[in-house]
């Protein structure tokens, strides 16, 4: 089996906070590291999943048509 790509994207203000939501916790403290890595801004690359947080990221996203 090939190696899996998975793009982790995050606000850096959002970084070390936790944020819920009707019962829903994303704790940005506890899994910082996750996120913690390359400025993907120049991102254009293959991936097989995302996870993202945060308005800009969502919106970076949205602009790369992903």
């Given at each position: 089996m090939g190696r899996r790509i998975?793009?982790?994207f995050c606000d850096k203000d959002l970084i070390g906070k936790?944020?819920?939501?009707?019962g829903v916790?994303?704790?940005l403290e506890k899994y910082?590291?996750?996120y913690v890595g390359e400025d993907l801004?120049?991102?254009d690359g293959?991936?097989?999943s995302i996870n993202?947080?945060?308005k800009k990221s969502?919106?970076?996203l949205i602009k790369k048509g992903v």
């Open positions: 998975v793009f982790a936790k944020l819920e939501e009707k916790v994303v704790d910082a590291r996750f801004a120049s991102f293959e991936f097989e993202a947080v945060g969502i919106e970076f």
